[in-house]
């Protein structure tokens, strides 16, 4: 000890005095500090009434608190070490981790007040999508929010990432795949963002006609449109990150060519499919909504693709059909159809008595059901059966409407021949049962 000089004792004095001093002025600074964000806080919370992010507020504040008190101690940690003669080097290593904490904390905290800016905003959209101009497009891209929130936290992650191996030499070298990542994120972004967009604008602009068939025409190329124009965009987007990684596209995609045209080669059946399927949607053979019957296969068509067909039977069940195999096509949905309805009547009926009552069935239907078109005829006697005079009745109605109209008329001609006393005859059996012998009886017992 004695070997030690005064001015060592001294200075070493002098800088205890120092970081005590220092301490006690970080220690005001901090309270002081924290009631200025406290008040930010209120200020913040009360802004516009917003309610809905008042915890993320409370949690962004109070990580900003935190940062500020860590980063105060830190600092006095590092000037006190200068003080009591620490190596340089532990030193300079010591501002190092004192840069990577703040570029993490710093990161982290940004990351939250993106969060509470984008919850804001949302909060205050919701206000003002009461608007009929505004609501359709704000019910289409809220969807995009939550999506919105991530990436933009996945960028602030990559990007403090890239920034705290800046500091380290050793792992400097990969920044650059940090900026690679970030362009990636924001492609991604951008293309879900622009293909919401071009959707709601083929629904937009699309489906404003008041023609019913050309209505019907849009609905069925929507689909196609909207498949498409996301083919597109996905592609350009694939062409920008193979570029963002440095990545030369041509190679690629000249592969890709002529692996499609050997894959071509061998898909006919594919290829035949589509080439149906393209037929189909210029020729307007049949559109979505039309009541279509093909093969074994009938019902309403739900929607048209490039390949396959879907269609609801009356049963519910969906047939999906390759387009390719779609031959013949009976279409109840162009222009008119008939709803046609046979019922029976005994031969000892009066037939001119029946067919007025049917024709007075035709006229009550025409003035209650806006979807017949003309009054019901009477095609006459389609056939003698063993009980039963089968008469053939036609009714023109509009398309797609041929069901529903034939089971009203059912309902009404089994009412109005029960009430006018017209019997519809059934097929009737005699069952005989004969006794068995008294031997058999004898047997059985």
Same mark, same amino acid.
């Given at each position: 000890?004695?070997?030690?000089?005064?001015?060592?004792?001294?200075?070493?004095?002098?800088?205890?005095?120092?970081?005590?001093?220092?301490?006690?002025?970080?220690?005001?600074? =901090?309270?002081?500090?924290?009631?200025?964000?406290?008040?930010?806080?209120?200020?913040?919370?009360?802004?516009?009434?917003?309610?809905?992010?008042?915890?993320?507020?409370?949690?962004?504040?109070?990580?900003?608190?935190?940062?500020?008190?860590?980063?105060?101690?830190?600092?006095?940690?590092?000037?006190?070490?200068?003080?009591?003669?620490?190596?340089?080097?532990?030193?300079?290593?010591?501002?190092? *981790?004192?840069?990577?904490?703040?570029?993490?904390?710093?990161?982290?905290?940004?990351?939250?007040?993106?969060?509470?800016?984008?919850?804001?905003?949302?909060?205050?959209?919701?206000?003002?999508?009461?608007?009929?101009?505004?609501?359709?497009?704000?019910?289409?891209?809220?969807?995009?929010?939550?999506?919105?929130?991530?990436?933009?936290?996945?960028?602030?992650?990559?990007?403090?990432?890239?920034?705290?191996?800046?500091?380290?030499?050793?792992?400097?070298?990969?920044?650059?795949?940090?900026?690679?990542?970030?362009?990636?994120?924001?492609?991604?972004? =951008?293309?879900?963002? *622009?293909?919401?967009?071009?959707?709601?604008?083929?629904?937009?602009?699309?489906?404003?006609?008041?023609?019913?068939?050309?209505?019907?025409?849009?609905?069925?190329?929507?689909?196609?449109?909207?498949?498409?124009?996301?083919?597109?965009?996905?592609?350009?987007?694939?062409?920008?990150?193979?570029?963002?990684?440095?990545?030369?596209?041509?190679?690629?995609?000249?592969?890709?060519?002529?692996?499609?045209?050997?894959?071509?080669?061998?898909?006919?059946?594919?290829?035949?499919?589509?080439?149906?399927?393209?037929? =189909?949607?210029?020729?307007?053979?049949?559109?979505?909504?039309?009541? =279509?019957?093909?093969?074994?296969?009938?019902?309403?068509?739900?929607?048209?693709?490039?390949?396959?067909?879907?269609?609801?039977?009356?049963?519910?069940?969906?047939?999906?059909?390759?387009?390719?195999?779609?031959?013949?096509?009976?279409?109840?949905?162009?222009?008119?159809?008939?709803?046609?309805?046979?019922?029976?009547?005994?031969?000892?009926?009066?037939?001119?008595?029946?067919?007025?009552?049917?024709?007075?069935?035709?006229?009550?239907?025409?003035?209650?059901?806006?979807?017949?078109?003309?009054?019901?005829?009477?095609?006459?006697?389609?056939?003698?059966?063993?009980?039963?005079?089968?008469?053939?009745? *036609?009714?023109?109605?509009?398309?797609?409407?041929?069901?529903?109209?034939?089971?009203?008329?059912?309902?009404?001609?089994?009412?109005?021949?029960?009430?006018?006393?017209?019997?519809?005859?059934?097929?009737?059996?005699?069952?005989?049962?004969?006794?068995?012998?008294?031997?058999?009886?004898?047997?059985?017992?």
């Amino acid at each position: 000890m004695s070997g030690i000089p005064s001015e060592f004792w001294t200075g070493l004095l002098v800088g205890a005095l120092k970081i005590i001093l220092v301490s006690v002025a970080a220690h005001y600074f =901090i309270k002081l500090n924290s009631k200025i964000l406290d008040k930010a806080q209120i200020k913040s919370k009360a802004y516009k009434n917003l309610k809905s992010n008042n915890e993320t507020i409370d949690n962004f504040f109070f990580r900003l608190q935190k940062i500020i008190k860590n980063s105060i101690i830190f600092l006095i940690l590092i000037y006190a070490m200068n003080l009591l003669f620490f190596p340089e080097r532990f030193i300079n290593n010591m501002y190092v *981790v004192l840069k990577i904490y703040l570029i993490a904390s710093g990161g982290i905290l940004l990351a939250r007040a993106a969060t509470v800016v984008v919850d804001s905003l949302e909060d205050l959209s919701k206000r003002h999508r009461y608007r009929e101009d505004y609501l359709e497009w704000y019910n289409r891209l809220n969807s995009l929010l939550p999506l919105f929130r991530r990436c933009l936290e996945y960028i602030i992650y990559v990007w403090i990432t890239s920034l705290a191996m800046l500091q380290i030499s050793f792992f400097s070298k990969y920044v650059p795949f940090g900026t690679a990542a970030v362009q990636i994120i924001g492609i991604f972004f =951008i293309t879900r963002m *622009v293909v919401e967009i071009l959707k709601l604008f083929v629904d937009k602009y699309m489906m404003k006609s008041e023609n019913e068939l050309l209505n019907k025409q849009r609905r069925t190329l929507i689909p196609i449109m909207k498949s498409f124009l996301q083919t597109i965009v996905y592609f350009i987007a694939l062409i920008l990150t193979l570029r963002a990684l440095k990545i030369n596209p041509v190679p690629i995609l000249a592969g890709a060519g002529i692996f499609s045209l050997v894959i071509g080669m061998g898909a006919q059946s594919l290829i035949n499919d589509i080439v149906a399927g393209i037929f =189909i949607l210029f020729e307007s053979i049949f559109l979505v909504g039309d009541y =279509i019957e093909t093969g074994s296969s009938h019902g309403v068509v739900e929607s048209i693709f490039l390949r396959t067909t879907k269609i609801r039977d009356p049963n519910g069940q969906l047939h999906i059909l390759r387009n390719g195999q779609i031959n013949e096509v009976e279409n109840y949905s162009k222009g008119y159809t008939f709803a046609v309805v046979e019922v029976g009547v005994a031969y000892d009926s009066d037939l001119e008595y029946v067919f007025q009552v049917l024709n007075d069935i035709g006229k009550r239907i025409k003035e209650k059901n806006p979807s017949v078109l003309e009054e019901l005829v009477v095609r006459g006697i389609k056939e003698f059966g063993e009980s039963e005079l089968l008469i053939r009745t *036609v009714t023109k109605v509009r398309p797609g409407h041929h069901l529903s109209v034939v089971f009203e008329l059912r309902n009404m001609i089994k009412n109005e021949f029960d009430l006018k006393g017209i019997e519809i005859p059934f097929a009737r059996r005699v069952v005989i049962i004969k006794n068995q012998s008294e031997t058999e009886q004898k047997k059985n017992i």
